[in-house]
């Protein structure tokens, strides 16, 4: 105390207007977010089509509860029990009864001819899958026979320098094997029809791939557009006597003659090398694993 006087300590209490603190505002805030969600709500109804709207209410709606509180809304649905079958099948054969039949689609031969839908049936859609998966067996032997072909010419010594004459694709028609000559290193003599050692080697390597598999096969010969001479056979004849040459070496290989689908000489008129008809490579041997179902052997079962 100073000179008899008490001191007197005032403490003023700074924003003592506010009773209620900041509760307010976050009151306000869930206010605006609510309102906000409820705009947003009403944007997104308004944008909506009718498909997506009834999804909305069908994804909402609660399926466990009964649509009524009569006994029409349980388990029988207000039905007795059905005609046909155990009495588990409830009333099912009015549902199947009141069911649309699917339509059929017709041929136009269906069409054009009413008699004919009575006996006709709906393909069947397991035949479209056994066929592909067919087509894709016979793909993966395909690729198998023409990587066995390739490994054999490089692991023999006696075939490694022979693969430049070997040309191996794939066409509509199936797989095909092509022996052709090169310049100065040809797979039949001039004029003669019986191949060369060069080439029966070749010929046998690819009947041993071949009778890996049940394919029928064709056999072309083929020269290129060098006139003959006078005396000689021409291309034609050429071309067939060597085709037929070149499946008896096939068929000492065990080639049989069931598999075999076509033999037959084209002369020069299906050139390798159109550009160039006189071209070594013109002349050349033509062997096709077909792409189809494979014979049956002469006993008729598989």
Known sequence: MANGQPIIIKK???????????????AYADFVTAMMAFFLLMWLINTASPEQKRGIADYFAPASVSPSTSGSGGIMG????GEDGARS?????VVERLAPQPQRVLS?????NPDAREDSETPDISQ?????AMARREAAEFQSAELSLRQALQDMPEL???SRHVIIDQTPEGLRIQLIDEEGRPMFNPGATRPNERAIVLLRAVADIMGQLSNRITVSGHTDASPTPSTGPSNWELSSARANAALRILQERGIS???VADVRGKGASEPLFPDDPYMAGNRRLSIVLLREAPVLPPGGAL
């Open 12 to 26: 003023v209490k700074k924003g003592g207007h506010d009773h209620h603190g900041g509760a307010w505002k976050v």
């Open 78 to 81: 207000g039905r007795e029990f």
């Open 89 to 93: 099948r409830g009333a099912s054969a």
């Open 108 to 112: 136009p031969d269906q069409r054009q």
């Open 128 to 132: 479209t899958a056994i066929a592909s």
């Open 160 to 162: 490694a320098e022979l």
């Open 257 to 259: 003659d069931d598999r």
